[in-house]
């Protein structure tokens, strides 16, 4: 999205921002902080950051979200903690969040938003939908609120509970964790809400009709991931309990629930957007040979944080690729170009329909 919004603001001047073009923003875990980000006002009414001052965000402040030490002990320790309660008590990241989002609900938001978290109550995912508002007060809840929830990774993060009231005065409770464990990639979820708000019948997004999906237009940005074999079945098969949540510092149960979340949404919409003839209008960056510190989550040291840059600067570069469906790897697609080309592309159609709602507005 950085690169989309660089474009925008070639097109449209420096002001531009992401949540003035798009009708709805979506992430899950560290991309719902992003949504949020993105979409809170500052005091003048416009976004509390534009998607390059977001890099730095984490960069300055990753080390502190996920304070390591590099000797052997504490890794060892740090291991132990994972094993009796999460790995970070998440105090820095809630103070941060709080600090920048302060008391803005959901219903602030300058675009639409959607943000899944998981209910462990009710084992079932709960979605902060600014779409849902009008039906489902009690979901006006503290942006900072559910960007603590939807980050609340298991075994990194401990789950967060809140409360909201609403207008009769009515509790409702919340015990959420990561949104991970319900959209790890939340634009299927995005594309639902949207109809579901169609055939309730809001104007705004008339004449589209619910079965239109080949109007929508979609950007997904993916976190990365390891196409490459990180697991045999001759190795599982010996595991217990304790290997299936920690291995080799990763948590496999984790890493296999959100790749296999991800990429289904992927697969689906790939084979949606086809069927509809209009591949055109979906757009899916993700790089999927992360190996090494680059594939941790919470390696920031900055060494790591550098190759993490680095590697979304060469993916900006890289060929449009989509899903193969039967390895599930990323292959180029001939004749379209790179992700930096299509973004230009996609961003000249963005600012060209403002262009057109602005003009219809007057």
């Known amino acids: 999205m950085m690169s989309s919004a660089v474009c925008m603001q070639e097109l449209d001047g420096p002001d531009a921002r992401i949540a003035d073009y798009f009708d709805v923003v979506a992430g899950t875990s560290t991309g719902g902080l992003l949504t949020a980000m993105l979409t809170a006002p500052d005091q003048n009414g416009r976004p509390l950051f534009d998607a390059k001052n977001l890099a730095q965000f984490y960069i300055d402040h990753s080390p502190k979200i996920f304070p390591q030490k590099n000797w052997i002990l504490s890794k060892i320790a740090s291991t132990l903690r994972m094993v009796r309660g999460p790995k970070y008590d998440g105090k820095y990241l809630h103070s941060l969040l709080r600090q920048y989002l302060g ?14 978290t998981f209910d462990i109550a009710f084992l079932q995912p ?62 299927l979820c995005a594309m639902s809400q949207v109809t579901q708000d169609i055939i309730l019948g809001d104007d705004d997004f008339f004449p589209v009709k619910p079965t239109d999906y080949g109007k929508f237009m ?63 209008n979906y757009l899916r960056i993700q790089y999927d040979q992360l190996t090494g510190s680059a594939g941790s989550i919470d390696d920031c040291s900055k060494e790591n944080m550098d190759k993490l840059v680095q590697i979304g600067k060469d993916l900006l ?45 007057k």
């Open 103 to 116: 008391d803005m609900r959901l219903d602030k938001a300058l675009t639409n938003v959607v943000i899944p």
């Open 126 to 187: 709960t979605i902060f939908s600014s779409f849902e508002l009008k039906h489902r007060p009690s979901k006006n809840a503290l942006l900072a609120d559910i960007t603590i929830s939807t980050s609340a990774a298991p075994t990194f993060f401990p789950a967060h509970y809140f409360e909201t009231k609403d207008e009769d005065g009515k509790t409702r409770a919340f015990n959420l964790v990561d949104g991970g464990l319900a959209a790890n990639n939340p634009t």
């Open 218 to 280: 979609v950007i997904s940005v993916g976190c990365g991931s390891n196409r490459d074999q990180r697991y045999s079945a001759k190795a599982a098969a010996k595991w217990g309990i304790f290997n299936w949540l920690i291995k080799d510092g990763n948590a496999p149960i984790i890493d296999m629930f959100n790749s296999a979340s991800a990429d289904m949404v992927d697969i689906n919409l790939c084979v949606l957007f086809r069927a509809l003839h209009s591949s055109q």
């Open 317 to 361: 570069g890289q060929n449009v690729s989509r899903v193969d469906l039967e390895t599930g790897k990323n292959v180029d697609v001939p004749g379209v170009g790179t992700n930096a080309e299509q973004l230009a592309k996609f961003a000249k159609q963005l600012s060209d329909e403002r262009r057109r709602r602005q003009n219809l507005s």
